[in-house]
């Protein structure tokens, strides 16, 4: 298996509304299987029972650092588990949740062998939580996010600087980027500049052949 990681975050676009979402993650383990590649999908938090169903890589959107029991409404990682869910994103962009939490959850989701990928808007931010050793640390400039325009053309050195910032926290945790990576020559760039892997909602979500996407951009991992 590729070592690489490649994220498609389902987000709530309306493309992936109801059966759709399971129907894209087929088309990405399709394409995973093809290429001995692993992709990770992250549909919305209702579906994450039904899709994990059928596919093994399944992150959640986002968790709650809420407690087992009674905690009406929130989505807890040691439940999401028991649904086949095998890790989640941590302070998504539109989603940041304060610093004592994203700690919380690095630390649960390793004691459930669950894999954690804690998004960031900085080369600052990816150096303090990179120290809290969780698996992934994903660089997304926020105005990149969905402008279509890459994070790995645009701003190359938010990729390099993120990498070096992971580096100096010595421990295992590894980079991933996001934001506006549209085309197999994104994914390529990316991977040139030092990131394990990425991260892809609408490039992928709103592609009108979502197979042929999703290959073009594992192409670009094989090929590397
Ligand atoms: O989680 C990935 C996301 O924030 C990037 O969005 O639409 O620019 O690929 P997009």
Redesign the pocket.
Same mark, same amino acid.
């Given at each position: 298996l590729n070592s690489n990681l490649f #994220?498609i975050?389902f987000?709530n676009y309306d493309e992936i509304s109801g059966t759709k979402s399971a129907r894209l993650a087929k088309s990405a383990a399709k394409i995973a299987k093809k290429h001995k590649l692993k992709i990770v999908v992250?549909p919305p938090q209702h579906l994450l029972a039904e899709v994990a169903r059928s596919s093994s890589d399944v992150y959640a959107q986002h968790l709650d650092n809420s407690k087992v029991g009674s905690t009406t409404g929130y989505v807890i990682p040691e439940i999401v588990k028991k649904s086949r869910v095998a890790g989640a &994103?941590i302070n998504? !962009? =539109?989603h940041r949740i304060p610093s004592n939490e994203i700690e919380d959850l690095v630390k649960r989701l390793r004691e459930l062998q669950m894999i954690s990928v804690v998004?960031v808007q900085d080369v600052s931010e990816a150096w303090v939580y990179a120290q809290l050793n969780p698996d992934y640390i994903?660089i =997304?400039p926020p105005e &990149? $996010? @969905? !402008? @279509?325009k890459a994070v790995s053309k645009e701003k190359p050195e938010i990729i390099t600087e993120s990498v070096k910032a992971v580096k100096k926290a010595n421990n295992s945790t590894q980079l991933l980027c @996001? /934001? *506006? $990576? +549209?085309s197999g020559t994104d994914v390529s760039k990316a991977l040139e500049l030092g990131a394990k892997g990425i &991260?892809? /909602? !609408? *490039? #992928? +979500?709103k592609a009108k052949n979502w197979e042929r996407a999703i290959e073009e951009f594992a192409l670009a991992f094989v090929r590397k």
């Open positions: #994220i975050n987000k992250c &994103l998504h !962009s =539109e998004c994903a =997304e &990149l $996010i @969905g !402008s @279509g @996001g /934001a *506006g $990576i +549209v &991260l892809v /909602a !609408s *490039g #992928i +979500v």
